[in-house]
């Protein structure tokens, strides 16, 4: 298994051990200074395309990205087989798909602009974990995160949700909202989560905190243990506010998915309240106004989709126009860099069935 050092400070509040106990007078934060830690063995290692990865060509297509989310959703697959049946897990296979990313120039923006607008067409709690990887990843990158807390970060992101694995599928999969005593037992996720994860705390201390406190809110309202700013893992709160926002923007069987601006929104509209500035100011930086996949109406009347964003203008991205103002398909000159055509711009979003229709109508 690949060791890492003290990549975690202890020292103030007290944080609960499994067995009820209290840990420290202070959790546990990652450090941001860069440490020496032994992971060498993973420094010179490729997967192959056939292993489920992209290989660093010129441009890869659709299909090769899901070869990225194959190798995801497979080692997931395992681990929830795992979990569900008490059972430990490997988990340098996850760290093989992490540092497989993070050492290709520009692989997870690719990744990113290629599947984050996908529909998710396998089981909710494990197909959206490629997106939330790649969202996350974005994110530590933007805050100028080391190879080494990105793949701390990037691990966490594929395992924060563990325990949601052995909450009862009837509820998993209930459609409509959920009652009291359903919620009661879908927030117990994080106390499992932590439990599963702790045997691995010696070689990843931080693991276990990121499951337990992903749905702390800097105000203090989250759960379990409403922590308010600084206590709360900055590893958790990067996963907590892609975990909201990757939830907005797909459907679920007991909500409907929002449209993916009206999510940014909503999100920025918590600053410090739910998510920190700190963190909020760079998920827009990143995700942007109108993130990638985002369907748009311009103020010539034609429709299209988000497919690049622009971090120094957001309201300005680029647009692969898809339908002009008659409604017909657009094959040619179809794509729009707003940021420099000042006199067109976006007037509204679109949601995504008005394109399907459109679409199905052809």
């Not at 798909?97 to 520009?106: H, L, Q, R």
């Not at 009291?180 to 996720?189: A, F, G, I, N, P």
Request: one cysteine or more; charged letters at 30%.
């Amino acid at each position: 298994m690949v060791r890492y050092f003290d990549v975690i400070k202890s020292g103030g509040a007290k944080e609960e051990e499994p067995d009820g106990s209290k840990k420290s007078e202070k959790p546990e934060r990652p450090e941001r200074r860069s440490r020496a830690v032994r992971f060498s063995d993973l420094e010179d290692r490729r997967l192959s395309i056939d292993e489920g990865i992209v290989a660093p060509k010129t441009k890869r297509d659709i299909e090769q990205i899901k070869k990225f989310s194959l190798a995801v959703l497979n080692y997931i697959k395992e681990v929830k087989i795992r979990v569900v049946d008490n059972k430990s897990f490997e988990i340098e296979p996850a760290l093989n798909i992490i540092n497989e990313i993070i050492n290709i120039p520009d692989l997870i923006k690719e990744i990113y602009q290629s599947s984050v607008h996908l529909d998710y067409e396998e089981e909710y709690l494990i197909s959206r974990l490629p997106n939330i990887l790649v969202c996350v990843l974005k994110i530590g990158q933007s805050m100028g995160y080391s190879k080494t807390e990105l793949l701390e970060l990037g691990l966490s992101a594929l395992l924060y949700d563990v325990g949601m694995f052995v909450v009862p599928e009837n509820i998993i999969k209930k459609e409509g909202k959920l009652n009291d005593y359903e919620v009661s037992l879908v927030r117990k996720h994080v106390e499992m989560g932590r439990d599963i994860l702790f045997p691995l705390r010696n070689d990843h201390p931080w693991l276990h905190r990121v499951a337990y406190e992903h749905h702390e809110r800097e105000n203090g309202q989250g759960y379990p243990r409403g922590l308010k700013g600084d206590e709360i893992c900055e590893y958790a709160k990067i996963v907590g506010i892609i975990d909201v926002y990757d939830a907005m923007i797909h459907n679920r069987p007991h909500r409907k998915a929002m449209m993916q601006h009206m999510s940014v929104r909503e999100l920025i509209g918590s600053k410090n309240l739910f998510f920190s500035s700190k963190i909020i100011k760079v998920f827009i930086k990143e995700i942007s106004i109108y993130p990638v996949g985002s369907y748009v109406r311009l103020n010539t009347k034609a429709t299209g989709v988000v497919i690049d964003t622009n971090e120094k203008n957001p309201m300005r991205p680029v647009v692969e126009l898809l339908f002009d103002v008659n409604g017909n398909a657009v094959t040619e000159n179809n794509i729009v860099k707003l940021d420099e055509n000042q006199l067109i711009y976006i007037v509204d979003s679109v949601p995504k069935e008005e394109i399907t229709s459109k679409t199905n109508s052809l």
